[in-house]
C-alpha cells in the first residue's frame, strides 16, 4: 500500500472513531432515516468531552490518530460534515 493511500485511511479512520465519540457525547447523532447523515445537536460542552475522552485514548495508545493530523483538525472536520437538519428528510 503506497504512503499516501495509508495516511488516507489513517485519516478515515481517525474520524470514523471520532465520529463514535462525539455521538457518545451528545455532540452529533445520526439522522433516524438516513444513516450517513449526522446531525449537530448543539449541545453545550459536548465536543470539549469528546476531546477529552480522545485525550485520554490518546494517552492510553488506543486513538488511532495519525502523526500527520491534530486531534482538533480530526474533530473538525467530523463537526463540520454534521447539518442542522437533515436535508433528505427536508425533501420528503
Do not use: W
Amino acid at each position: 500500500m503506497s504512503g499516501a493511500k495509508r495516511e488516507v485511511e489513517d485519516r478515515l479512520r481517525a474520524e470514523r472513531h471520532s465520529r463514535t465519540l462525539l455521538r457518545n457525547a451528545g455532540a452529533i447523532r445520526q439522522c433516524e432515516v438516513h444513516e450517513d447523515v449526522y446531525i449537530d445537536n448543539d449541545e453545550h460542552g459536548a465536543v470539549e468531552e469528546a476531546c477529552r475522552v480522545a485525550d485520554a485514548e490518546i494517552a492510553a495508545g488506543s486513538f488511532p490518530l495519525p502523526k500527520a493530523v491534530t486531534l482538533r483538525e480530526v474533530m473538525d472536520a467530523v463537526m463540520a460534515e454534521a447539518v442542522e437538519d437533515c436535508p433528505h428528510c427536508l425533501k420528503d
